[in-house]
């Protein structure tokens, strides 16, 4: 007799007038080596994710350790139906790091999450932690000169983005940056998460201005240099936020109250900062470096005070926040750095350098009447031309390298795709390429006697390129050549290898059925003069080899670049050839700065 449920006795029962037992399931024994039917894949995959979606409180603006559960709302978020697309990409999220019985992590979980020990998922089911892990996997080798464990950039990374919001949102705005074009259903999420690091630094950064509060930590550091140089991968234009302004301004105030546990990271950021304000100085024209507008006004002085010259409105601009130099000690023990290398010293007389250059350039071309203050100000930049080419020469990275080791550091990267000589002959690179700089800007540094202007600046710029060339494609400090490419095309010009009358018309106007870039066919010497090709045929090939090697690394530079990255630094390239090519020899020509601008190429330099 079966119960029919019915309450508060089964009608069954009171017809058979028996007392209603209540209903029970029938219970069957299975017998030994009985197999049971498998259930559906469909069907466990469904009970599987809606196991994995409860809603859980996203990071707000408490302290991480307090709130440290995170969202799996994706929705809440912005990230909508992610998931199928990125279980196509599986080859982007090899790791799995969640809990298996599906529940979340907690503060106490995450501390002891090791990467090295994490198993091969069936599915993803963590986003903010998969962009984690994507960042060290391949953000920090690409955003980092050199890799391994002796990187400051890892180790911060892996010491606080448990505990640090800030940390936490601006390592997933980066790789979402980097994913964004490969994935593009997580654009929206990409300006969620930089929202959310701009709003944690802006919180942290309130905090330190208030009376009596805490002083500047790692971390924060950290997270402003991540968020402020990684903002340009995913939106071309120069962020609004002075970023390098705020780095300055958190080094100063941490400089303050430095312990000397910290001192070594504090030194590390400084040199991270120079730099940061290199390729600043490179990319704005506005930019100014505090330390040439010192030796600048020092020169003025001497300068008025030699000719007698009454006083006049200075033309220097002072920038409203000077920031932290630290001292030659407080520097030990940080090399090589993995934003600068083994030098930041030639990476600011490089900074100084090209803002002295732009400067001479844009004084020539745009026809200033020579008053008391514009010819004070020419003399002033020419002085201090000898006096940077003076202190670039005296540079020497080995006596670096073993003042270090002297202190009882040990200089290297651990890093076998990019040992400690590439980033030698990177910082020799940089010495050279300012030297290159200095000397097609300025006409009144020496060159050597058997030499004209033109054959020592060819000659220059082709050592440049040979040094460039030793370092292999795939190196990590690949990172820092798309600036020293460029100093090495604006002097890989003929002038010195055509010196017959009327011959560089010749082969520059090029037929119109040519390539785009002449430079890349098969045979190019033969579009030159037949006349004298017995001694310039072998310098126009060199010449053509040394910018077909620019091309090629360029290229290969911007393949490991985000995508927002990769576009300009070619086109300017070229169009920087295409002028020089076109002009008379001997003239002045554009520095590749003003060519930038005035052909509007929207190019990165990192």
Known sequence: MKCDETCPACKNCIKAGQQCPGFQQNLRWSNKYERYPVPDASTSTSSSSQRSKGPEPVLGNQPLTENLQISRDFNSVGLGNLFDDLHSAGSLWPFDLSHSNGTPWTGEDLPHLLLSDLEIPLSLDHLPTNLIQHWFQFVCPTWSVFDSEVNYNRQLAQTSWTVSEPVFFAMQAMSAACLSETLPEIRG???????????????????????????????????????????????????????????RRLLTAWQSGLTEADSLLHAYFCQALTYWEMLQTAMEPQSTSQ????????????????????????TIVESPSPGPEPSLSALAGTRPNSWCGVSSEVIEAFTQTLELCRSACRRTTSGVPMTIEATSAAMCDVALAHELERELKSLDFGVIISTEEALGFSVHTQDDITPLYHLLLTAEAYRHAAILQLHLSFEDLGTEPQLTRAESLLSAAMKLADLLKEIPTDSGSSTMHPVLYLCAAAGLTFDACIDVPGAVEDASILPEDMPLDPFLADDPVQNFPTFGCAVVGSSVAEVIEARQLVRERLGAIQKRMPQRVRSGTLQLVDAMWLEYDVAHPGCRRSHWSDIWSRTGLGIILS
């Open 189 to 247: 999420s990409l300006s969620y998460l930089r929202q959310q690091a701009i709003l944690s630094i802006s919180n942290r950064v309130s905090q330190i201005r208030k009376p009596g509060s805490m002083n500047v930590t790692p971390d924060l550091a950290f997270a402003v240099f991540a968020l402020g140089t990684s903002l340009h991968w995913s939106t071309p234009a120069q962020p609004e936020y002075p970023w390098t302004q705020l780095a």
């Open 291 to 314: 330390k040439l507008n010192k030796k600048r006004r020092r020169h003025q002085e001497r300068l008025k005070q030699a000719l007698g010259l009454p006083r006049f409105r200075p």
